[in-house]
């Protein structure tokens, strides 16, 4: 089994409506659910947090700002928001401090990541490098993977080469649209994956209610 992340995003932001669909989801199985530091305010992100708590869900928050000091200001933000997990972001130098006696699971990006929405640049051995390196440092939880952001690499080469060489979970983020990925994610070892736009954009069984999308994915997962 791999663990599915339904991520409240489309375009790498977070969605307006992200509250109307926190309560609808309680009831499928689900138990991660995400968003972005980019598209909510700080307030809103506590909000959706808080809800989401109190339907039953860990809350994850993904850093996909482009600089340092945007993201030092996003991990404040998750903080105060009271997330239980932050993935992504590149700068661990300034993110691992403030992290540092709390609870919240830190989920960097492996390798290379530029632009938004966020592009995996740099050859499998240098992301899988990266990944030993990131893994071998005290307050990191595992890692998060843009594996199909790259544009040139075997995906499945990479994700394996990912998974070996990190000490900890790999979780991969962004563009899973099919089934085909979510086995072979699974089956690469990866520990979990993220979907958001696909959902809203009606690319599974079940559109376009989003609801049974996640049902859906959920039964891929449980299976691969």
Not at 48 to 67: K, N, P, Q, Y
Not at 186 to 202: E, H, R
Request: net charge negative; hydrophobic share 45%; charged share 20%.
């Amino acid at each position: 089994m791999i663990n599915f992340i339904f991520m409240l995003t489309h375009a790498d932001s977070t969605i307006e409506d992200a509250l109307d669909y926190v309560e609808q989801l309680g009831d499928t199985g689900l138990h991660y659910i995400g968003f972005k530091d980019v598209g909510a305010t700080p307030e809103r992100q506590r909000e959706i947090a808080h809800f989401a708590h109190e339907v039953g869900f860990e809350v994850m928050l993904e850093v996909v700002s482009t600089t340092r000091e945007d993201e030092v200001n996003s991990v404040h933000a998750a903080l105060a928001a009271g997330v239980d997990w932050v993935l992504g972001g590149t700068q661990p130098d300034a993110v691992l401090p403030l992290l540092a006696g709390s609870d919240v699971r830190y989920c960097p990006f492996p390798g290379r990541v530029v632009g938004h929405p966020s592009i995996l640049e740099g050859s499998i051995e240098e992301i899988a490098t990266s990944a030993a390196s990131l893994t071998a440092r005290s307050g990191v939880y595992g890692l998060d993977l843009l594996a199909y952001r790259h544009e040139t690499a075997n995906i499945e080469e990479l994700t394996r080469a990912v998974v070996a060489a990190s000490a900890r979970p790999v979780i991969a983020a962004g563009s899973v649209v099919r089934d085909e990925q979510i086995k072979m994610l699974s089956s690469a070892g990866a520990w979990g994956f993220t979907i958001g736009s696909a959902i809203f954009d009606g690319l599974f069984p079940g559109a376009p209610d989003v609801t049974a999308q996640v049902r859906h994915v959920l039964e891929v997962a449980s299976h691969a």
